[in-house]
């Protein structure tokens, strides 16, 4: 029971980062990258592709008004995302751990049920996380790596000394990589663990209770 409130909390906040509109301008370092991490790429046309089929869901819908004046921010929230998965993704291999193919679905069916079934889960998380179908199960990835690697610490996350611990492993993960950040989006806060002036759902909202609209859990 525990942790499916849990990771329903967890699913219903993850990526709900809202980041600032930084309109800085500057010189590529790396022409075509929204971001670089590790040495390895976040192409602006990836990031592009997110934000476009976040959109069409978006215009598809008939509150599709105020979803789209709700995530005027939508390319730093994906981008936020994208980095803090690559960080997340190291950090879960050194610590020996993984999200196999069945956590996910198995997860992703208890949201489902919970919700009412799969159509209600997709429109619950289009309104509040952004997320397409298809970007769903990445959602659902995250938060099953998160679970698992703070496990692998022996972080009680319902602490605020566990959830310290685990952001203290996300810091050192992320200066090990170095993330390079293309103005235009802002600048990566190393000690957050975030884009600019982004919130970090899965550590300020994890002891909470999930209020009623949000996503019943499994996720």
């Known amino acids: 029971m525990h942790r499916r409130r849990r990771t329903a909390l967890t699913l219903s906040a993850a990526l709900l980062a809202a980041a600032p509109l930084l309109t800085a301008c500057g ?20 990031l592009q592709a997110q934000v476009r089929d976040v959109r069409d869901a978006q215009q598809a819908s008939p509150q599709a008004a105020e979803l789209i004046k709700n995530t005027g921010q939508l390319s730093q929230v994906k981008l936020n995302s994208m980095i803090f998965d690559e960080i997340l993704q190291k950090a879960a291999d050194d610590a020996g751990v993984k999200a196999s193919r069945k956590d996910i679905q198995t997860t992703r069916q208890a949201a489902a049920q919970q919700s009412g079934g799969e159509e209600q889960l997709a429109q619950m998380l289009l309104q509040q996380g952004a997320l397409t179908p298809d970007q769903i199960d990445a959602a659902i990835r995250r938060e099953v790596l998160m679970s698992k690697l703070a496990q692998s610490l022996g972080a009680n996350t319902t602490t605020p000394e566990g959830q310290q611990q685990v952001l203290a492993v996300l810091v050192k993960t992320s200066e090990e990589l170095g993330i390079d950040v293309n103005p235009r989006y802002g600048a990566w ?15 300020t909202q994890v002891t909470k209770e999930a209020p009623p609209e949000q996503v019943p859990t499994g996720a």
Not at 36 to 46: L, M
Not at 189 to 203: F, S, Y
């Open 27 to 46: 010189n590529d370092a790396h022409p075509g990258a929204a971001a670089v991490v590790g040495g390895e790429r976040i192409d602006v046309s990836s």
């Open 189 to 203: 806060d190393i000690k957050q663990v975030r884009l600019g002036e982004a919130k970090t759902p899965w550590l």
